[in-house]
C-alpha cells in the first residue's frame, strides 16, 4: 500500500524558535496533501490542504503566517510553525491523497515546546 | 457543515465476540465514507471506503454498512482479538468543492480483552 513519511517523528524546541516537519509519500504522487493536529483524546482538525505548485488553502482560525506550508513537488509537503509557543505543542499529522479519494496518513510529529 | 458523532468513547468486549461501532451524521449525505484505525501516538491507517450506492462492504473479519437514510455506517469486526485494540475513526468527505476535507468523528477507542 501507499506509504507516507513524516520527519521528524517527534521534536523539542524552545519557545520563539520555529520548527520544520517534512511529510514525503514515497511511492506515489500527491497533488493534494493536508495537515491536522490532533490533542489528546480528540479527533484530527484539519488545519490546511496543500496543494502542489499553488498556495495552501488554510481552514477558519489557523493563522497562515505562523503555519506556513510549501508543497514543493508532487511528494514532498512542509508545513513550518513560526515562532513556537507551548500551546502549539500538539501531535501534527500529515496525509496524502491518491487518485481514489483514499487518504495516507504520516505516522505523525510530537511537537513539545517548552 | 458536517457533524459526526460516534457512538461511544470506549468500548470493551471479549475476545471473540463481534464488536460494532456506530458513526452518524448530521448534514448532507456524503459520496462515500471511510473508517480509520489509530493506535497511540500515531497517524491514523486507512482500513476501508463504503460508497453511497454500496450498503455494504467486507474486509477480512471486518465489515461496514452504510445506510444514507439513517445518515449512519456501522463497523463491525468479528471474532475480535487483542491485537484490534485501537481507536476507529470515521470520516466523511467535505461536500462539493471541500470533497477533499474530510472530517473525522472524535473515535471510538475499543479494548478487546483476552
Known amino acids: 500500500g501507499a506509504v507516507v513519511s513524516q520527519h521528524p517523528s517527534r521534536v523539542i524546541c524552545k519557545s520563539g524558535t520555529s520548527v520544520k516537519i517534512e511529510c514525503r509519500s514515497l511511492d506515489f504522487q500527491a497533488t493534494t496533501m493536508f495537515w491536522y493536529r490532533q490533542f489528546p483524546k480528540q479527533s484530527l482538525m484539519l488545519m490546511a490542504t496543500?496543494?502542489?505548485?499553488?498556495?495552501?488553502?488554510?481552514e477558519q482560525g489557523v493563522e497562515k503566517d505562523k503555519f506556513l506550508i510549501n508543497h514543493a513537488s508532487l511528494t514532498l509537503s512542509t508545513l513550518t510553525v513560526t515562532s513556537a509557543h507551548p500551546e502549539d505543542s500538539s501531535f501534527y499529522i500529515c496525509?496524502?491523497?491518491?487518485?481514489?479519494?483514499?487518504?495516507?496518513f504520516g505516522p505523525g510529529t510530537r511537537l513539545t515546546v517548552t | 457543515s458536517q457533524k459526526i458523532e460516534q457512538n461511544s468513547e470506549a468500548l470493551n468486549i471479549q475476545e471473540g465476540k463481534t464488536a460494532t461501532l456506530t458513526c452518524n451524521y448530521t448534514?448532507?449525505?456524503?459520496?462515500?465514507l471511510q473508517w480509520y484505525r489509530q493506535d497511540p501516538g500515531r497517524g491514523p491507517v486507512f482500513l476501508l471506503l463504503i460508497r453511497e450506492n454500496e450498503k455494504e462492504k467486507r474486509k477480512e473479519r471486518l465489515k461496514v454498512t452504510f445506510d444514507t437514510t439513517l445518515k449512519q455506517s456501522l463497523f463491525h469486526i468479528t471474532a475480535s482479538q487483542p491485537a484490534d485494540s485501537a481507536t476507529y475513526l470515521c470520516?466523511?468527505?467535505?461536500?462539493?468543492?471541500?470533497?477533499?476535507?474530510?472530517?473525522f468523528g472524535d473515535g471510538t477507542t475499543l479494548t478487546v480483552k483476552p
Open positions: 448534514n448532507y449525505s456524503p459520496a462515500y
Open positions: 496543500s496543494n502542489e505548485g499553488s498556495k495552501a488553502t488554510y
Open positions: 470520516a466523511l468527505p467535505g461536500h462539493n468543492t471541500n470533497a477533499g476535507k474530510s472530517t
Open positions: 496525509s496524502a491523497e491518491d487518485r481514489n479519494w483514499e487518504q495516507y
